[in-house]
Each structure stands twice: as structure tokens, then as C-alpha cells.
């Protein structure tokens, strides 16, 4: 689910949340968790429709239904210059994806487990003070055995 190369700290100025999830799905299609990165993105896009993602704390959490995923994975991104998404500042981004066949389990025992981690706040300073894509997946990758 979370692998090193879909897990990136970020000097870029990105301008608008639909940027970072473009990011954050070439990196899931580079890394084979997609295989169609025009029809995922459209439906993380159009799952921002309905209801912000932002979800506090300078986070947001988009995911959307989609047959172009592959194999489950969290894309994460910690953003050295913070976007507004929608209403809220946001500097953390964890992007899920999930195939079809396992979406409402495998999804909702993702968003709980992310929930409840990044609800703490020593373990959002831990995952903000990463200067490498090395360190930040040193930080979040101990998720991957929460079951």
C-alpha cells in the first residue's frame, strides 16, 4: 500500500489541488497501481465534487471509484509550500486507491486507519519535519502492518 517511490516530500509550487492529484497519479501509474491515469484522476475529481477532502489539520485525503486501479496504494506527499483545497490550507495530501473488487472494505479500513495516525499531532509534526522522500517513508511506513 504505501511504497517508497509513491511517497514524496515536495519543493514544488503546486497551484491547485487538481495538480496534486495529477502528481500524485503519475506517480501511482509509474509505480503499476494504475493502469489508466486520465479515467482515476476524473474520478478523484469528480469524488471532490461532492465533498471536500480537506479534512483538518492541514490534510487532505481525496480517493475516488475507479476500475483503472490496479493494486491498492496510498500516494503521500508532504508539500514544502502549502495549496489551498477548497476552503483549507493543506500541506499533507494521502491519496487512496483501491480496485473495484475491495473498494468499500479495503477503503474504509484505509481512511480509518490514516484518520486515526494523523489525528495525533506528534505524528503530523513527524511526517512535516521530513527533509527527504527517505525520511518521510521511514515515518509512515510502519502504517503498512495496521490492520
Known sequence: MFEQSIVKVSERKFRTKKEIIAYLSQLAAAAGKIDDMDRYITAVLQREETASTAVGFKIAI?????????????????????????????????????????????????????????????????????????????RIKFLENER
Open 62 to 138: 481525496p480517493h475516488g471509484e475507479s476500475d483503472a486501479v490496479t493494486q491498492t496504494f496510498v500516494a503521500c506527499v508532504q508539500l514544502k509550500h502549502p495549496v489551498v483545497w477548497d476552503h483549507d490550507e493543506v500541506d499533507l495530501v494521502f491519496m487512496i486507491g483501491v480496485p473495484l473488487s475491495s473498494r468499500n472494505k479495503e477503503h474504509l479500513r484505509i481512511l480509518a486507519m490514516l484518520s486515526r495516525h494523523l489525528m495525533k499531532e506528534d505524528f503530523r509534526r513527524e511526517l512535516r519535519e521530513a527533509k527527504t522522500d527517505d525520511e518521510f517513508y521511514e
